[in-house]
């Protein structure tokens, strides 16, 4: 297939593309990697009248720490540059275990940290990993910038709170956590495929060794990142047991996630991996949580 025809524009300024962006309202796209835009523009699912191309701005990526010790990074920051960036590994360690997971190193090394955020596909990883840490989300318009929190910012199914004026302009993760650890699982058929299932562990401990608190999010069990508050509230101020693990897993399972199931995994099977993934995720993060403190 290939796309129907379009406009094309590549301005050298956030402040020129913003322009273009409210002059073409919902006729027009922004274009990143391309990675999820110009396939769905090759099967006609997208026709848009113009593209922006968003890659000629300088000083839409990169990766910074933050004054309260996070990091941000800007939109078109790569994902293969979130992938091997040390800082990464080292303030956002979910995020760094998520990376490679994503798609392949090809596409990787185009498709962008803001456009798999935007384009928030319920299986995508990016989306999950915000949530789970609570990632703030800074979008620009001609108005000026507004930020958004991540359990807002994804609305539903591949919707976002940014309208056609807007752009993402970056992305801020807050302070890793002292006494936490993390897990990114998943299942796909076959390595870069999207996952059939997905789990985001975090649990921080307190100086007893308790879950002071615990964060599970899914991917591919909702209309988008599915925040499991409940099954998170069961290990509050419990021990990270076996039994206490399998308790807030069977919970998330049977109550928080919402599969239905596709071609490739039915419904119950999506739960039965909920379940499966949540305890090996828990169990690696109350592990680590241990053993690295800080
Ligand atoms: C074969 C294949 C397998 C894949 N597997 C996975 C996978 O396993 N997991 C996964 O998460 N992803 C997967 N992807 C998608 C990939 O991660 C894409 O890179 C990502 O979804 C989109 O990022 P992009 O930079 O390419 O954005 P684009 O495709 O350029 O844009 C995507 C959407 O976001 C909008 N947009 C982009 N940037 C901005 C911005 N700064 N502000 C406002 N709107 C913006 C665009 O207008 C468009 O609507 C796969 C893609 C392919 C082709």
């Not at 979008?139 to 591949?158: D, M, N, P, T, Y």
């Not at 101020?237 to 071609?263: C, K, R, V, Y």
């Amino acid at each position: 297939m290939k796309p129907a025809p379009f406009d094309y524009a590549a301005p050298d300024s956030l402040a020129e593309a913003l322009s273009l962006a409210a002059a073409h309202g919902s006729d027009g796209k922004l274009l990143a990697g391309g990675q999820s835009l110009i396939p769905a523009m090759n099967f006609r699912l997208l026709q848009p009248a113009i593209l922006i191309d968003l890659n000629r701005i300088t000083g839409l990526g990169g990766i910074e720490r933050t004054a309260s010790g996070g990091l941000r990074m800007g939109a078109m920051t790569r994902q293969a540059q979130v992938e091997r960036d040390a800082r990464v590994a080292q303030f956002a360690p979910l995020l760094a275990e998520a990376m490679p997971q994503i798609a392949h190193p090809q596409i990787r090394n185009r498709g962008t940290i803001g456009g798999s955020m935007v384009h928030a596909d319920p299986a995508a990883e990016l989306p999950v990993v915000a949530v789970a840490l609570d990632a703030v989300f800074e979008v620009a318009s001609q108005h000026g910038r507004r930020r958004i929190e991540a359990k807002a910012f994804f609305q539903s199914l591949f919707m976002v709170d940014v309208a056609p004026d807007e752009i993402l302009a970056a992305i801020e993760f807050p302070a890793w956590p002292t006494n936490s650890g993390w897990a990114f699982v998943e299942v796909a058929r076959r390595r870069g495929d999207y996952a059939l299932a997905g789990v985001a562990a975090v649990v921080t401990l307190d100086g007893g060794g308790k879950c002071r608190h615990a964060r599970l999010v899914y991917l591919n069990l909702g209309d988008g990142p599915v925040d499991a508050q409940v099954a998170a509230g069961l290990l509050q101020n419990e021990s990270l047991t076996p039994d206490a693990i399998e308790a807030a897993a069977n919970h998330a399972a049977a109550h928080e996630i919402d599969p239905t199931g596709n071609i490739h995994a039915s419904a119950d099977f999506q739960r039965h991996l909920a379940r499966v993934l949540t305890r090996r995720a828990l169990t690696t993060a109350a592990a680590r949580a241990t053993h690295f403190p800080s």
